[in-house]
């Protein structure tokens, strides 16, 4: 499934790649998917459980680099 | 109101002089379940700050008027960001200042005692990770026992002091915490001692901590002797100071005694913590005061911070060192083993010199308790 939207929140520290994330999912509708860059290590496990948390779908979550890549679907 | 940081000294008076005070955890919840600031007169309330987003209304009614409140998280960003939202609906409220991280590599030092020809003994507690450090002084000579990555802290401290460190020791090969004890001896121009049978696959030298090879601090004859005493490690080796402490390492702890698996070896290793418990520490004089390389409960903890007991009073209270039956001491130590310490692989791969990663990996991976015990 293709990201419809892509976040980059690249050098950002926590809390602001879960607060960009989640002003960007409002905007978005039911069953979009975001697809988060992140550099953060903190903020890993933080997507993560916002993802549940807020209802959404964790599709893929991956390493590259340094470089976090996420891919949620609006639930 | 204005949001005011808290630093990790005032939470860790706090903690010791047991106030109580009202905690709350903005990190998410697997993180609040793993490990957070313990304290025997703390009340908490964990919400992740992700869902305090919209408002923190809602909570504030759970928030105690007549307590000191801090918000606590991983670094403190969120947690600065939560506090001040609770500032504007006219809260007074803290946030730690530096956050878990600034918990876990705090460290307060605390003078144990005199020695008796002249010298001190004081211990570093890292109260937030619960490992515990020494440093032994005499005639402007130091000897650093167990230190921790925080290598500044005890640089400095010697520096105020005005003595020397010639020796740096580890007790074992650690699995929890990455050892200063190289970096210091490389900083001072010291030695590094390390038990050899720990050392099989270390990549740099070290000189070889075995019994019978005491060593001095000073002009004064402050002798530390080792004592062979495996069963944490292999290689685990205890130190008897100036005729009076017992610095136990990972061996033996004030509620609990060391376990044996995380070097993957609980099964064959079991006899030999048994032999070192029972036999070895049998023999010395009750009179000892042990000084551990951890706590793990903050009751373990002396009204002054410090972490010591009396060896026979230890020997009458520690159920580790009250189990008559060797299967059930062997099924204590090995049946119902707590989960293993964070990346504990990685620590043994770092502290053997394999591995050498940046700071920032290093703090990650030695998130949590240390997990060293089994009670």
Known sequence: MNANKVLDAKGLA???????ARKV??????????????TDKGSVADLAAWS???????????????????RIQKG | ??????TVSTITKKVVNKEPFFILDVRNEDAFADWKIEGENIQYLNIPYFDLLDGVEEILGRL??????VVVCAKEGSSIMVAEMIAEEGRAVHYLQGGMKAWSEHLEPVKIGDLRNGGELYQFVRIGKGCLSYMIISDG???ILDATRMTDVFLDFADKLNVKITHSIDTHLHADHISGGRKIAEATGGTYWLPPKDAGEVTFAYEALEEGRDIRVGNTKIEIQPLYSPGHTIGSTSFIVDDTYLLSGDILFIESIGRPDLAGLAEDWVGDLRESLYKRYKELSEELIVLPAHFMIVDELNVDGSVSEKLGTLFAENRGLNIEDETEFREMVTGNLPPQPNAYQQIRETNMG??????????????GPNRCAVR
């Open chain 2, 141 to 143: 000579e130091a000897v």
């Open chain 1, 14 to 20: 926590c809390p602001m790649p879960v607060v960009r």
């Open chain 2, 1 to 6: 109101m204005i949001v005011q940081p808290m």
């Open chain 1, 25 to 38: 999912m409002k905007e978005m509708e039911t069953g979009e998917v975001l697809e988060i860059l992140a």
């Open chain 2, 354 to 367: 394999k591995v050498t990663p940046d700071e920032e990996s290093q703090r990650e991976m030695e998130i």
């Open chain 2, 64 to 69: 105690p008027v007549d307590q000191d409140i």
């Open chain 1, 52 to 70: 549940k948390s807020g209802g959404h779908d964790l599709l893929e979550q991956k390493e590259e680099g340094g470089i976090f890549t996420f």
